[in-house]
């Protein structure tokens, strides 16, 4: 079984080898610090108003037909994305659990703490960091090999069985994405558009520089013992 992708070295390990193949310490800083970012990402994306990410878009969707808050929301759909990994053989680990319970909250705060500014430059502004803060938080957490969240996940695994690269896997997901959070009634913004086409790209070019590297030997001995 294949058991890295050929462009970002990450490893398809199981959750306790995860846990056992080195520096620690520094993957669990990493992994909580992505994951902070990409909450500040999600809130800069929404409070710039000039149009969301395609997931949340899909989110503040599903948020006019529910009676739950856009925290809870994405923690449900962590789950719901989690059922698509089965057939991809995608490995969960502490990473998978702490995206799914610590992402909608860390979401939340960060729009608690940001307010839609007034001017349309600096809208912009929240929008073209918060795309480039969530591709480097994306690299980020999940480079650091502790199992990526749901929906990076649900991108890693289908990179790694179609063999496409990891840019065109997330703008394909994220597009569909985008489809059904309209569907829903979800508003779509031109800054949707930058980020759909964007994220994919950028997220590849972090993963080059923010992966944890195995050594050679050790990741032999791993990849052995996930099959």
Request: glycine share 12%; net charge positive.
């Amino acid at each position: 079984m294949k058991t890295t992708t050929s462009l970002s070295g990450l490893a398809n390990l199981g959750p306790l080898t995860q846990l056992k193949a080195g520096r620690l310490p520094e993957r669990l800083l990493r992994l909580l610090v992505g994951l902070w970012l990409y909450g500040l990402a999600i809130a800069l994306m929404i409070e710039g108003a000039v149009g969301a990410s395609p997931w949340d878009i899909f989110h503040l969707g599903v948020s006019l037909h529910v009676p739950l808050s856009f925290g809870t929301i994405m923690i449900v759909t962590a789950v719901g994305v989690l059922l698509a990994w089965v057939p991809l053989r995608q490995m969960p680990g502490l990473g998978t659990v702490a995206n799914t319970l610590l992402l909608g909250p860390f979401a939340d705060l960060n729009l608690t703490l940001l307010a839609t500014p007034d001017s349309l430059l600096l809208r912009w502004a929240y929008l073209l960091g918060g795309v480039v803060v969530c591709a480097f938080a994306t690299a980020l957490y999940v480079g650091a090999q502790l199992g990526p969240g749901p929906r990076d996940g649900l991108m890693t695994g289908l990179a790694r069985r179609t063999g496409w690269s990891i840019r065109w896997v997330r703008t394909v997901i994220e597009i569909t994405v985008l489809v059904i959070g309209v569907l829903l009634g979800g508003i779509v913004g031109v800054g949707t558009v930058v980020f759909a086409l964007g994220v994919g790209p950028l997220t590849q070019f972090f993963l080059r520089y923010l992966v944890v590297r195995l050594d050679p030997p050790l990741r032999s001995a791993l990849a052995e013992e996930a099959r």
